[in-house]
């Protein structure tokens, strides 16, 4: 398990206001009756006590979030000592703004061709029909493309899900939705999704300008927890193309606390990395940029790859966008994997907010169909929950379902399954490191070619390989090996780790727990935190700089204990802190890139 990072002294988790955020802190120094959006995480039995308390500060209560233990409200700066010093207040948090990820212009349509599939679909191919994909964005049009597959449309934008008919003022969703599951009958086959005929459950919870709270986020996820088995829905696979910075640990964080309760209820949740890995001024790319709930250990956290529009991986690289690892406080090592995101057409309107305001993303079918050219890490997510369906419905296809389904949620395999499926598979690029590429880029062919391999007829948590199978794909005429990895918390896990009934199969595990097997992370030498994400490969640091009580950046780094993870990086035990000096402060890595960058 990657070790945790405690927060800067003096602030966030770590300091006096051990239970307020980076970002509340701040408003603890500010005017006194300001107000702030906030999520209050409470101990067990106290949800009806922090409602009254919330009550008697005359404070406005938006929404409980059972699935959390929670609640949102929007209090005034000055009763955030109350409610800190309150007993049964575990954490208090920033109900955060969140925004879609993701912008740019056209491309051919290579998409399905790089990730092995067909194109147009052909006859017996895997179109995803029996998989129910949710789409948490800012909603879906109903377009030809998606005729009679929009299963369900809920509204969260108020706090609370309200059934309505599917819209979508923005455009974000749409796109998202169409590069999952468009038919491609919009274009007469010439843009189609990766799962043309998957289920759509559109999830609201973005306005017509793209932005939201944390809060309707997690409400649509409790949503997805509580309904995802049911017959009016089956969603196996949620996308998550939005997200806001890391603002405190994962452990407190309720946006990754929703994710993996999500994933605990056998749900394949999908996430974008974000678009924060390069440096709005000078286009270089850095690490530590990952967004929350990308930093959620059990979700699978997307980056976005640049295809050059060929369907061979020779010339592929990852974005200088797309966020890399590790992510902020706990250093766990994200992306899992990266998937074409740059330039990819989907579907659109020409009412929708995107489309009026990027006239150079604008885009035409050859039949005058409107579509849009986006570029971002929500794109790349959007190709891997496609894919993620199709496995799901591959696992369908060949074996049937089987009673115990029902046991492990509605998916037909468990989401740490398809997650390590999709990992195994995943064909590494030349010259990019674990915490740009995590895995490698997304393999749809050799995912499917697995999933067919594994043998569901023995007990669950012991995926057997059916017979012995070759280990690469044919891509654009030409051969790939997969990579043959699954990144488990700080550890690369290899070899014959498919090929047996491995711990990485369970239905119940917390992905990254202490497993010691395979090579070890290399993080390297050039990734550098201070005040802001330092850009670029040839930096120097200076003397050292302590990042809270358990890390040193700087010329040696102090942190964990008995490891190496590159060069001139000293692992040690926390009493070798003693002799440091005072830290300094470390701030969360940088905000939203412009309007004019990736989604």
């Known amino acids: 398990m990657s070790p945790a990072l405690a927060a800067p002294k003096g602030g966030g988790r770590g300091g006096p206001h051990a239970k307020l955020d980076n970002e509340l802190l701040k408003a603890t120094s500010g005017p006194a009756d300001a107000t702030q959006k906030v999520i209050i995480s409470v101990n067990p039995g106290c949800q009806d006590a922090a409602v009254a308390s919330l009550q008697r500060h005359g404070a406005k209560l938006k929404a409980r979030h059972q699935s959390i233990a929670a609640v949102s409200a929007q209090v005034k700066a000055a009763d955030l000592a109350d409610f800190e010093a309150d007993d049964c207040v575990r954490s208090v948090s920033l109900d955060a703004p969140v925004r879609a990820h993701g912008v740019t212009a056209a491309v051919s349509p290579q998409l399905r061709q790089t990730l092995g599939l067909s194109m147009p679909v052909g006859r017996g191919s895997l179109t995803a029909g029996d998989v129910g994909v949710a789409i948490i964005d800012s909603g879906i049009a109903p377009l030809s493309d998606f005729g009679g597959r929009i299963w369900a449309f809920y509204d969260f934008t108020s706090g609370t899900g309200v059934a309505t008919a599917p819209s979508d003022g923005y455009g974000h969703g749409t796109h998202i939705a169409g590069l999952i599951g468009g038919s491609g009958k919009g274009s007469s086959n010439q843009f189609q999704g990766i799962a043309p005929n998957v289920g759509l459950v559109g999830l609201k919870v973005l306005d017509s ?43 407190t964080d309720p946006l990754v606390q929703a994710v993996e309760a999500c994933v605990r209820a056998g749900v394949t949740v999908v996430v974008a990395a974000g678009n924060n890995g390069w440096n709005a001024d000078t286009q270089q790319s850095g690490y530590g940029g990952i967004n929350s709930p990308g ?75 409107a579509m849009l050219s986006l570029s971002g890490t929500s794109m790349a997510a959007a190709v891997a929950s496609g894919t993620a369906a199709l496995v799901l419905e591959a696992r369908y296809k060949k074996f049937g379902w089987h009673d115990w389904d029902l046991d492990i949620g509605s998916s037909p395999l468990p989401p740490n399954t398809v997650k390590a499926i999709l990992e195994y598979t995943a064909i590494p690029l030349v010259g990019a490191d674990p915490l740009t590429q995590g895995a490698g880029e997304l393999n749809a062919a050799g995912a499917i070619t697995l999933t067919q391999a594994i043998d569901p007829s023995v007990d669950v948590g012991q995926w057997w390989l059916v017979t012995g199978i070759t280990p690469s794909s044919t891509l654009g005429k030409q051969g790939y090996s997969w990579g043959q990895q699954v990144l488990w918390g700080d550890t690369i896990l290899g070899g014959d780790v498919m090929y047996s009934n491995n711990i990485v199969w369970g239905t119940n595990i917390v992905w990254g727990t202490n497993i010691v097997w395979g090579t070890n992370i290399v993080w390297g030498t050039n990734i550098v935190w201070g005040t802001n994400i330092v850009w670029g490969t040839n930096i120097v640091w200076g003397t050292n700089i302590v990042w809270g009580t358990n890390i040193v950046w700087g010329t040696n780094i102090v942190w964990g204990t008995n490891i190496v993870w590159g060069t001139n990086i000293v692992w040690a035990t926390s009493t070798d802190l003693e002799a440091l000096p005072e830290p300094a402060v470390v701030a969360p890595p940088p905000s939203w890139p412009s309007t004019d960058k990736p989604l």
């Open 209 to 251: 300008n793209g932005q939201g709270d944390t809060s309707d986020v997690i409400a649509a996820l409790e949503w997805v927890t509580q309904h995802h088995n049911e017959d009016a829905y089956w969603i196996q696979v949620v996308n998550l193309s939005l997200g806001h910075p890391i603002y405190e640990p994962a452990a």
């Open 295 to 369: 930093n959620a250990p059990d979700a699978i956290t997307v980056g976005a790859v640049d295809t050059k529009n060929t369907a061979t991986r020779d010339d592929d690289v990852v974005a200088p966008y797309s966020s890399r690892g590790p992510t902020w406080f706990d250093a766990y090592a994200k992306p899992d994997i990266v998937a074409p995101g740059h330039k990819l057409v989907s579907d659109a309107s020409t009412s929708m907010t995107l489309y009026k305001n990027l006239g150079n993303s604008q885009n035409a079918a050859s039949n005058g169909a």
